[in-house]
């Protein structure tokens, strides 16, 4: 079985420009978050799509926005980026209903913007 | 606001026992995840406790007790392999419907022969 797969895995950004990233759940899987991490830091929570609809936000600035599609992939954009902006960008599917067995991470997005 | 602490590093012998700490203060708690991240890689699943007490799985065990807003992860049997970052991390549920996890910053374990 197919786990959560990312694209791309490495990124160089400029400041000031924007940037897509893209992320495909484990098959069955309706929910998708997303994550920064920060080198030597926990991920920090961005946003959470289940069914298409956001359910939470992280506190992030609106230059962060996502969807989530009709096959429950989804994208997270960031526009305006900054320096501070570069880090692990993680996604996460999950079961509703079922925590037991986790939220399974993909590899990420290694985002570096200079 | 959500406050997650757990030791920056730890060090221990092969084929010793440790244990991470892990204390929170947060509201909206639904139970409490362990995940292991080795460098440059995603962070993988070890455990979740949502009722006090503890849980086995192999060599790892995870205990929580909610009226202290405390957990550990026990690694037994230690080896090299286990040499990684530990994420200790709350489920939060708000009133929307929206779940999410909020981290520690991590405890670093190195394993020496």
């Known amino acids: 079985d197919a786990g959560v797969t990312q694209s791309p895995t490495h990124l160089i950004k400029t400041r000031g420009q924007h940037v897509t990233l893209r992320c495909s759940p484990i098959?069955?899987?309706?929910?998708v978050s997303w994550y920064q991490q920060v080198l030597g830091q926990g991920p920090q929570f961005i946003f959470q799509y289940y069914e298409k609809e956001e359910r939470g936000r992280g506190n992030f600035p609106d230059r962060f926005s996502a969807r989530q599609f009709p096959n429950y992939s989804s994208e997270l954009n960031v526009n305006a980026l900054l320096l501070g902006d570069s880090a692990l960008y993680l996604c996460?599917?999950?079961?509703?209903?079922?925590?037991?067995?986790?939220?399974?991470f993909g590899s990420g997005t290694r985002l570096t913007v200079v | 606001g959500q406050n997650i602490d757990q030791p920056t590093e730890m060090t221990a012998t092969e084929g010793a026992i440790v244990q991470i700490n892990c204390t929170y203060q947060?509201?909206?708690?639904?139970?409490l995840f362990w995940y292991q991240q080795h460098a440059g890689e995603a962070p993988t699943f070890l455990s979740y406790n949502v009722l006090d007490g503890l849980e086995e799985k192999g060599r790892f065990s995870s205990f929580l007790s909610r009226s202290k807003g405390y957990s550990y992860l026990l690694l037994k049997e230690l080896q090299m392999k286990d040499s990684a970052s530990y994420l200790c991390?709350?489920?939060?549920?708000?009133?929307?419907?929206?779940?999410?996890?909020?981290f520690g910053k991590g405890t670093k374990l190195s394993v020496i022969p």
């Open positions: 996460a599917s999950s079961l509703q209903g079922a925590l037991s067995y986790g939220y399974t």
């Open positions: 991390a709350v489920h939060i549920i708000s009133g929307a419907g929206s779940y999410q996890l909020t």
């Open positions: 947060t509201s909206g708690f639904n139970g």
């Open positions: 098959s069955g899987h309706k929910s």
